[in-house]
């Protein structure tokens, strides 16, 4: 501000310097207005904070609603979030999405899965992360795998 103040008493656009009233004046506006600009980047701040633990409490219910899904035996799909997996030969299907993954090699039951869905979650909320877990079934390997990522923290976990 003191600098601001020298330019300002040098002079004004007429080259004569500005009386000092003026220049309070002036300083006190842009002291205000940066105040302002201060005020406005704080409440955005909080927003963003209030939004991302809001986001975090909707993903821990999210994950506890996927855990409670249907029962002991019935998983609910991670892909498609609507249909409950079903374990056919070996071969576990989303009957919304059609995806199937061969399973009889591992010889994984529906609660292994679920295990493995659970793990996956804690080990992302334990990560600290506020956002949410994608899951999707890509081919890797010359294999179909479950796989989740977060586009937070760029976590990548191949669930089965």
Not at 38 to 66: G, K, P, T, W, Y
Not at 83 to 112: F, I, K, M, Y
Request: net charge negative; glycine share 4%.
């Amino acid at each position: 501000m003191a600098a601001i103040r020298a330019e300002l008493v040098q002079a004004d656009s007429t080259g004569a310097p500005l009386p000092e009233a003026d220049i309070d004046a002036l300083l006190a506006d842009i002291e205000q207005q940066v105040l302002q600009e201060i005020q406005h980047e704080l409440a955005a701040l909080e927003r963003s904070e209030q939004q991302d633990q809001q986001r975090a409490v909707a993903m821990a219910e999210e994950h506890m609603s996927f855990l409670q899904s249907a029962g002991e035996e019935a998983v609910l799909c991670p892909v498609c979030k609507s249909a409950h997996l079903v374990l056919r030969h070996g071969r576990l299907v989303c009957p919304a999405e059609g995806w199937q993954l061969n399973l009889a090699a591992e010889s994984l039951s529906l609660p292994d899965l679920r295990a493995r869905l659970a793990a996956a979650y804690e080990e992302h909320a334990a990560s600290g992360c506020s956002g949410q877990l994608q899951f999707y079934v890509e081919d890797l390997f010359g294999s179909s795998n479950l796989t989740c990522c977060c586009n937070t923290c760029q976590a990548l976990t191949v669930v089965l």
